[in-house]
């Protein structure tokens, strides 16, 4: 069963429009803190899409 640290998603809200560099930090933070959602999946798509729109 996944876990979730309430403390953590409490004090790391994801803002509503966030763009792909903001969530990319937060499920960077997410995937060390907390283990509810499978953040590695969640940061290879976003990376699939600042590749396409090469941000970076
Ligand atoms: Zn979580």
Request: proline share 2%.
């Amino acid at each position: 069963m996944a876990k979730i640290n309430a403390k953590w998603h409490k004090e790391n809200k994801m803002p509503k429009n966030a763009t792909v560099e903001q969530k990319i930090k937060w499920h960077q933070g997410h995937s060390k803190n907390c283990s509810c959602r499978d953040s590695t999946a969640h940061l290879i798509k976003l990376k699939k899409i600042i590749n396409k729109k090469q941000l970076f």
